[in-house]
Each structure stands twice: as C-alpha cells, then as structure tokens.
C-alpha cells in the first residue's frame, strides 16, 4: 500500500470517528436511548464502516432524533445524509452517510430486527443513557 492510500485510509478513518461522535451528539441531544456503535471496518464485504442504532420512546421522538442528527453534522461538519428513508412513519429512520449508517428504531421496531444480533460479529460500543 502507497503512501497516499495510507494517508487517504487514515483521512477516511478520521472523518468516520468525527462523524460517529457528532451523530451520538445529536442522539443525545434528543434523549436517545441505548446507543450503540457497530465496528464494522473487520468484516468482509460489510457495506459501510459503521452502523450506529438508537431507539426512541414514540414515532415523534424518533422523527425528532433523525432531526437533530441531521442538525448537528451539517452544523459541525457541513456533512448531510446522502440517503434517508422511513421518515413517513417514524418507526424506523435510517440515515445514510456513506461510512456511517444511522438507525433509530421505535423501541418496539428495534427490538424485531435485532440488528444488534445480525451483526454480532462487528466490535459493539455501548453509550451509556444520559439521565
């Protein structure tokens, strides 16, 4: 591997981990609950680098937490979703930022997919609650 892929694997790497704790920053902001961070980066033909999953407790909570993510990484980062999807009914969002893919689940939502456990082989991050 060549210098520039190096420098431009560690730019990428960089930027991921800013994006990542922007996104839990406007989680947090609207009171999410059970964040987690998916590492993806190890596994084989995973088609980002990570997931992040958070629930809130109604479709209005859920609605506002894909607000405020969106809120706060063009604000820190000038970066926005490339692709969104299931604002229309709240109960599951998901957030497209190329290297990072953003989940928020209704409570209830969540816990039916379980992406958690399809993608048990990714290194977990669990962000405590803030109360």
Same mark, same amino acid.
């Given at each position: 591997?060549?210098?520039?892929?190096?420098?431009?694997?560690?730019?990428?790497?960089?930027?991921? /981990?800013?994006?990542?704790?922007?996104?839990?920053? =406007?989680?947090?902001? /609207? !009171?999410?609950? +059970?964040?987690?961070?998916?590492?993806?980066?190890?596994?084989?033909?995973?088609?980002? *680098?990570?997931?992040?999953?958070?629930? $809130?407790?109604?479709?209005?909570?859920?609605? =506002?937490?894909?607000?405020?993510?969106? &809120?706060?990484? &063009?604000? @820190?980062?000038?970066?926005?979703?490339?692709?969104?999807? $299931? !604002?229309? /009914?709240? @109960?599951?969002?998901?957030? *497209?930022?190329?290297?990072?893919?953003?989940?928020?689940?209704?409570?209830?939502? &969540? !816990?039916?997919?379980?992406? @958690? @456990?399809?993608?048990? *082989?990714?290194? &977990?991050?669990?962000?405590? /609650?803030? +109360?």
């Amino acid at each position: 591997m060549d210098i520039k892929t190096r420098m431009h694997k560690k730019d990428k790497s960089t930027d991921s /981990n800013a994006l990542c704790d922007c996104i839990v920053e =406007g989680m947090q902001e /609207n !009171k999410a609950k +059970d964040i987690v961070i998916l590492d993806l980066r190890h596994i084989e033909n995973a088609v980002t *680098d990570y997931f992040i999953i958070c629930s $809130g407790d109604s479709t209005t909570q859920v609605e =506002g937490i894909g607000s405020s993510i969106v &809120r706060t990484s &063009r604000k @820190e980062l000038q970066q926005k979703p490339w692709h969104q999807e $299931g !604002k229309s /009914n709240s @109960e599951w969002v998901l957030l *497209d930022y190329i290297d990072v893919v953003v989940h928020i689940f209704h409570k209830e939502t &969540r !816990k039916f997919y379980d992406l @958690e @456990e399809l993608w048990a *082989d990714a290194k &977990r991050t669990d962000i405590p /609650n803030l +109360d």
